[in-house]
C-alpha cells in the first residue's frame, strides 16, 4: 500500500511539475525573446548569437522556476486528491503527512542537486558568457550590420550611416553619412561605399565614390564643399574593455571565504536556491488542503502570495547582508527557518499536534 501510493503521489506530482515548469519557462522566454531580437536590432547583439543568449538566460530562469514549479505542482496535485476526496480514503486508511512527504522528498532531492548545481555553477557562468557576447558585440561592429533603409551608428565618433541599398558583397548604394567634431560637422553624400581594412588595430577604412563632402559649423555661412571619384575616411572600434565581474557572475570559488558583504551575500542566495526547495515543499503539504467542493485551484492563490513574501524577504535580508546591517552569521537563514516553522505550525493544526506524523491515523485505523 505505501510503495503503491508513493509511486502515485510522484508519478502524479512530476508529472505536473514538468507542465508548470515548462509554461512558465515559456512564457518568460517569450517576454525575453522580444527583447533579445531588440538588442540585435539595434547591435547590441549579433544576430547569429540570439539562440546562444536565450539558451543562456534559460539556464538563469530554470533556477527561479524549479523551486515554484515544485511548489504549484504538489499544491496541485495534492488537492486533486483533496477534491476528489482521495486523501479522505488515505485518511481513513492511517495515511498521514509522513507518508506524503516520503515521494515529495524523493523528488525534491533530485531537483534540489539540479537547481544547486544551476545556481552556484551554472547560471553565473551564463551571465559571464553573456557579457562576454556583449563584449565582442562591440569590437565587431562594421558595416555587416547595416540594412538598407536604416539609420546605425558606428565608430568612436558620433557618426551615423543610412544605404539606401546593400549588395550581397557588402557594397552600399546611395549613401549618407554625418560625423560630428566638436562643432563641426561633416556630411558625406555618395554613389557607391565599400568597407576595406586597415594596417592599424581595430581601426577600419570607409570608402566613397562619385560623391560630396559639405563640412562646416551649423548656422556658420562657410562651408567646404568638395567633389570627389573617390574618398575614404578611418573609423575606429570601441577598445576591448575588461569584464566587469559583478557578485552575481563570479565563480563560486571567488565567494567561498570572501570578506566581501556583497559576496557573503551572493553566497548564501545561491545556497538558499536548492534549500528553498525543500522549504516549499515541506509548506505546500498542508497549505494544499482544500475541502471537495473548493476545487482545485482553490488554494493555489494563498500558496502564490506566500510564495511572494518569502522570495520577497530572501531579497530583503540579501540587501541586508550587503548593508552590513544584519550579520552574516544569520544572512539569509532566518528567512527559511521562520518559514519552516510556519509550516510546521499549519501541519500540526491541520494534522493534530500529536499526530501530525501519521502515527494517530494509523493506530485509529487499525484500533
Known amino acids: 500500500m505505501s510503495s503503491i501510493l508513493s509511486r502515485y503521489i510522484l ?33 547590441k547583439l549579433p544576430k547569429e548569437a540570439v539562440f546562444l543568449v536565450m539558451g543562456l538566460t534559460s539556464l538563469q530562469y530554470l533556477t527561479i522556476l524549479i523551486p515554484i514549479g515544485l511548489f504549484l505542482s504538489i499544491m496541485l496535485a495534492l488537492g486533486r486528491l483533496y477534491r476528489d476526496s482521495e486523501m479522505a480514503a488515505l485518511m481513513a486508511c492511517g495515511i498521514g503527512p509522513a507518508q ?8 525534491a532531492v533530485i531537483l534540489a542537486v539540479v537547481v544547486g548545481w544551476l545556481a552556484l555553477v ?38 551615423v550611416m543610412y544605404a539606401e541599398s546593400i549588395t550581397e558583397d557588402g557594397v552600399l548604394g546611395n549613401v549618407f553619412v554625418q560625423r560630428r567634431d566638436g562643432l563641426e560637422v561633416e556630411v558625406i553624400i555618395a554613389r557607391r561605399a565599400w568597407q576595406s581594412e586597415s594596417s592599424a588595430d581595430n581601426v577600419k577604412i570607409l570608402r566613397f565614390a562619385d560623391g560630396r563632402r559639405y563640412k562646416g559649423v551649423p548656422g556658420q555661412p562657410r562651408f567646404e564643399i568638395v567633389s570627389f571619384s573617390e574618398h575614404g575616411i578611418p573609423f575606429s572600434l570601441p577598445e576591448a574593455g575588461p569584464i566587469e565581474v559583478k557578485p552575481e557572475s563570479a565563480p563560486l570559488a571567488d565567494l567561498i571565504g570572501g570578506a566581501d558583504p556583497y559576496a ?22 498542508p497549505l494544499s488542503r ?26 530583503a535580508a540579501k540587501v541586508w547582508v550587503e548593508l552590513e546591517q544584519v550579520p552574516a552569521v ?38
Open 264 to 285: 557573503t551575500a551572493e553566497l548564501q542566495w545561491r545556497i538558499s536556491v536548492p534549500l528553498s526547495v525543500f522549504v516549499l515543499t515541506f509548506m505546500a503539504v
Open 122 to 159: 551554472v547560471a553565473p557562468g551564463a551571465i559571464r558568457e553573456v557579457q562576454v557576447i556583449v563584449e565582442e558585440a562591440k569590437q565587431r561592429i562594421d558595416l555587416r550590420v547595416l540594412e538598407a533603409g536604416r539609420f546605425i551608428s558606428f565608430g568612436e565618433a558620433d557618426a
Open 290 to 315: 482544500s475541502n471537495p467542493r473548493q476545487g482545485r485551484y482553490g488554494g493555489l492563490a494563498a500558496g502564490v502570495l506566500i510564495y511572494i513574501i518569502y522570495v520577497d524577504l530572501l531579497a
Open 11 to 43: 508519478r502524479e506530482t512530476a508529472q505536473t511539475w514538468v507542465v508548470v515548469t515548462f509554461v512558465l519557462l515559456l512564457i518568460l522566454l517569450t517576454n525575453q525573446f522580444a527583447q533579445v531580437l531588440g538588442d540585435a536590432a539595434a547591435d
Open 330 to 367: 544569520i544572512g539569509l537563514w532566518w528567512v527559511h527557518a521562520l518559514f519552516l516553522l510556519a509550516g510546521g505550525i499549519l501541519l500540526a493544526r491541520q494534522f493534530g499536534y500529536r499526530n501530525w506524523l501519521g502515527l494517530g491515523q494509523r493506530v485509529k485505523a487499525t484500533s
Open 100 to 107: 506524503l512527504y516520503r515521494p515529495l522528498a524523493i523528488l
